[in-house]
């Protein structure tokens, strides 16, 4: 894991991103943790998923690829093709990548086992839920090749950094940067939060940090 974005917010992320010009790394607001207070941050792994009728001879092959290669860290994202009404994650795909010591899941459509993955603690992010099986629904095609996820290109190396604000997809190219420039602005906070907690205008905390 990368020392310096560990704990950082999805607003601080987005923020130093738009101080590199990169404004259009947070994907859509319709995903959302499965639970209240989900956060999760990692190295990406994107998937394609895309609907099927058919039902397949070897069943999840490529889906158990995904889940048994994540290393610790990993979060694997999920591009899903239009018109998919399953489920791409559950409680059992949850085990094996805590298993596997990954650090949550976002998945661009549905999930399901609300419940049991809200036992397990497992950070996933999601458009909804559905009870629907994906066998002769929806199939994994590929894995480890940039996709779009929530309207934002997401590459293997990326890193997303997810909480109840939204998720916001870090370019592996600019990550150094994107810590020096987190770890400065969180200064900053802090420093404008006790400010203005002991009563200065927010005019004066501006003058002073450069942050609001």
């Not at 992320?13 to 941050?41: H, I, K, N, S, Y």
């Not at 661009?108 to 629904?137: H, K, M, Y």
């Amino acid at each position: 894991m990368i020392s310096g974005l560990e704990g950082v917010t999805a607003a601080l992320a987005a923020d130093a991103l738009d101080r590199l010009g990169l404004r259009e790394q947070t994907m859509d607001f319709a995903l959302r943790p499965l639970r209240p207070g989900g956060v999760l941050f990692g190295r990406a792994v994107p998937v394609v998923v895309e609907p099927t009728d058919e039902l397949p001879d070897d069943p999840y092959a490529t889906e158990m690829r995904v889940i048994d290669s994540l290393r610790p860290g990993d979060v694997p994202v999920y591009s899903v093709g239009p018109g998919v009404r399953a489920a791409l994650w559950g409680e059992l795909f949850s085990c094996a990548a805590i298993g596997r010591g990954a650090a949550g899941a976002i998945v661009d459509g549905l999930v399901r086992d609300v419940r049991q993955i809200a036992e397990l603690g497992f950070p996933v992010f999601c458009r909804g839920t559905s009870p629907l099986d994906t066998q002769g629904r929806a199939e994994a095609r590929d894995v480890g090749v940039p996709a779009p996820c929530g309207g934002v290109l997401v590459g293997p190396g990326d890193y997303v950094v997810a909480d109840e604000d939204g998720i916001v997809v870090v370019p592996g190219a600019v990550l150094a940067g994107v810590a020096e420039i987190v770890a400065e602005k969180a200064r900053g906070e802090r420093g404008a939060r006790d400010d203005l907690l002991g009563g200065k205008t927010l005019a004066e905390v501006w003058e002073t940090w450069n942050v609001l």
